[in-house]
């Protein structure tokens, strides 16, 4: 099992406004989580444009943006999250074949 | 299309009451508060449009936009946002306070706001389309925040190796300028240039209204800081590169070339301080506001006569300032009371001041920088500059030529008499040698020392003297325990002049 697999996966959308690319990305994000941590997730969409103050707290400055709270280390990945294979790179998602 | 023909599109006519245009409104300007930038721009940056400052690594692109932004703060009433995308909050108070700005204390007070923006290539995935929506929500928050009326984004190219995609940084620039104009604030966004383009990425194509050029090099030895104005849509500019400083009082440009011929012209006349010398002009004296130099060889007694200029002057009451950049102020003091000149007094009565500094001390830009600032400080009557042949120390011909046009225009406008000694190489033609300098001057002087007969006599001329008559004579001066004294002419039959033991034995003999 991959690192943090059994804890549940705490990830946080920031977009800006019900934008297409807000509503695609959370489409491909509630996707892969089912396919991938079903059960073990939890998403946390920031609308900025409610919240324009997180915008700076958080260090966004890139629309829409994922950031993987839990398990640590933090990670970011950045656009509508349509490249399946690099969200699940980017967000270590993907078993450990090592470990297997 | 002419600037013209595109403020007009920009602005649509609008017609008054009585169906007639209005008169065509100059572009509004936001003052900088910058010295000398605001007279360089004739009032300062298009207000409510972005205007791009540019240059090379350390040219200081940074400290003028904070600058913009704290004069903003303080004198104009115009709070300010101050966007980074290099360094950090503590990095720019820390910047901040090299120029005398208390960064924090502005924040504190919401007069400012400071934002990083750290956008790092490696620790973000990118997997999919996006846009920069939240610099957008950010950089409106933090205007919202402080009712911001100017932005500076320092400098926004970072974006570009943030991201990958060029083409959407691109695009989403383009809008952020947009998105900036359609905000109203007036802002600042710098680029760095390199390999003869101004920016890396092409900033200039989004920036329309005012482009500035800094540039820092090194000219035998010293730095010299340079600005100029590139681009500044419907508003007559200098295209000249202006020099300027960064000092512990932030910037200061030279607004020299755009000060033109357009001084007042004085007929009043201050006197030499010699009184024969005096009586070799037809109006007995200087007219105030000249520029006059004093050339000749080493030992002529050039400083001696800026010295007896100078103390006539402060009798008078009124205030000489001496750039002295040979010696030190008390080593002048002791040589002129050795011929019976005492400056000390007026030393002690702030009626005389001398600065004394190597010329090599500073670059050639800062020399004339820092004798703007003493003279605007100050308001002298009389400056001296002694010898201004020293400033060939730090520059080539041409540039210390061009520098005293500028410090000449300039201390006209303030109808300031101004001396400079110019000492000239033995054995050449002080024409030759005096940096074709004495073009610039209203008086020309020259002092020798003539060998003839086994002796040395000192002489004076006037080369010229504009707007007055003047003696055509070489005349024998002594220098003696009270100065500088002009000796009277003596002739021989045939109307030549004779000086030194020829006069005595002609005297003696009964000539004139």
Same mark, same amino acid.
């Given at each position: ?17 019900q ?14 989580c089912?396919d ?14 409610k ?11 890139v ?25 699940l790179?980017?967000?270590?998602m993907?078993p ?5 | ?20 245009r209005?008169a ?33 690594a350390g ?6 936009a ?5 004069r ?22 820390e ?7 208390d ?26 389309e ?10 409106g ?32 620039l ?6 900036l ?6 802002a600042?966004?710098?680029?760095e ?22 540039d ?12 100029r ?6 508003s007559?500019?200098g295209g ?10 932030g ?20 006197? /030499? @301080?010699?009184?024969? *010398?005096?009586?070799? #002009? ?5 007219? +105030? %506001?000249?520029?006059? =130099? ?5 030992? /002529? @007694?050039?400083?001696s *006569?800026?010295?007896? #200029?100078?103390?006539?002057t402060?009798? +008078? %009451?009124?205030?000489? =300032? ?11 003091a ?17 009626l005389?001041r ?8 500073l ?11 003493h ?23 041409t ?25 000239t ?36 001329q ?6 007055m008559?003047?003696s055509?004579?070489?005349?024998e ?15 021989r ?11 005595g034995?002609q ?6």
């Amino acid at each position: 099992m991959t690192h943090g697999a059994r804890r549940t996966w705490r990830l946080r959308l920031y977009v800006a406004g019900q934008t297409p690319k807000s509503i695609t990305a959370l489409a491909n994000l509630k996707r892969l989580c089912e396919d991938h941590l079903a059960g073990r997730y939890r998403i946390e969409i920031v609308d900025l444009v409610k919240r324009p103050q997180l915008a700076r707290r958080d260090e966004i400055v890139v629309i829409p943006t994922l950031v993987r709270q839990l398990p640590p280390p933090l990670r970011k990945i950045i656009g509508d999250l349509s490249n399946q294979e690099k969200v699940l790179v980017g967000l270590d998602m993907l078993p450990a074949r090592r470990e297997a | 299309m002419t600037p013209a023909a595109r403020r007009r599109k920009r602005e649509p006519a609008k017609r008054t009451r009585n169906g007639q245009r209005p008169a065509r409104r100059p572009l509004p300007k936001a003052p900088t508060g910058i010295s000398g930038l605001d007279e360089i721009t004739n009032g300062g940056l298009p207000r409510g449009r972005p205007t791009l400052v540019c240059g090379g690594a350390g040219c200081g692109k940074t400290l003028l936009a904070m600058e913009f932004l704290v004069r903003g703060a303080v004198e104009f009433d115009e709070p300010g946002v101050f966007m980074s995308f290099e360094e950090t909050p503590d990095d720019l108070v820390e910047n901040g306070r090299s120029l005398g700005f208390d960064l924090q204390q502005l924040s504190s007070r919401r007069r400012l706001l400071l934002e990083h923006v750290r956008i790092e290539r490696t620790e973000m995935t990118e997997a999919g389309e996006y846009d920069l929506d939240g610099l957008f929500i950010r950089l409106g928050h933090a205007i919202d925040t402080i009712r911001a009326k100017r932005v500076v984004l320092d400098t926004i190219e970072m974006l570009f190796s943030g991201l990958s995609d060029r083409f959407l940084v691109r695009a989403e620039l383009a809008r952020l300028f947009r998105w900036l104009k359609k905000k109203g604030v007036t802002a600042i966004v710098t680029g760095e240039g390199d390999a003869g383009r101004l920016t890396r990425h092409g900033l200039e194509e989004y920036v329309s209204d005012c482009v500035i050029l800094l540039d820092q090099r090194v000219l035998e030895q010293s730095a010299t800081r340079r600005m100029r104005i590139i681009k500044y849509r419907g508003s007559a500019h200098g295209g000249n590169e202006m020099p300027f400083l960064i000092d512990d009082h932030g910037l200061s440009v030279l607004p020299i070339t755009s000060l033109g011929l357009t001084h007042e012209v004085s007929t009043t006349l201050v006197s /030499t @301080g010699v009184a024969g *010398l005096d009586g070799m #002009f037809s109006k007995k004296g200087y007219f +105030r %506001g000249n520029s006059v =130099l004093v050339s000749g060889t080493a030992g /002529t @007694g050039k400083s001696s *006569l800026a010295a007896h #200029f100078a103390e006539a002057t402060c009798r +008078r %009451g009124e205030r000489c =300032l001496y750039f002295a950049f040979e010696e030190a102020a008390s080593q002048i003091a002791r040589n002129m009371r050795s011929i019976g000149i005492d400056l000390e007094p007026w030393m002690r009565r702030d009626l005389l001041r001398v600065h004394a500094q190597r010329p090599t001390a500073l670059g050639l830009e800062a020399h004339l920088v820092a004798m703007h600032r003493h003279i605007e400080d100050w308001q002298p009557h009389v400056v001296i500059v002694d010898p201004v042949t020293n400033m060939t120390a730090i520059g080539s011909d041409t540039e210390v030529k061009a520098m005293l046009a500028r410090l000449i225009d300039f201390m006209k406008m303030r109808q300031v008499t101004a001396l400079f000694t110019s000492l000239t190489e033995g054995g050449r033609a002080p024409e030759r040698t005096d940096l074709g300098v004495s073009s610039l001057m209203d008086v020309w002087m020259v002092l020798a020392n003539l060998e003839m007969n086994g002796e040395r006599n000192r002489t004076i001329q006037i080369v010229k003297a504009r707007g007055m008559a003047h003696s055509n004579q070489v005349r024998e001066f002594m220098m003696t325990d009270d100065g500088f004294q002009l000796v009277d002419v003596s002739r021989r039959l045939d109307g030549s002049v004779t000086i030194g033991s020829a006069r005595g034995a002609q005297q003696r003999q009964g000539g004139e």
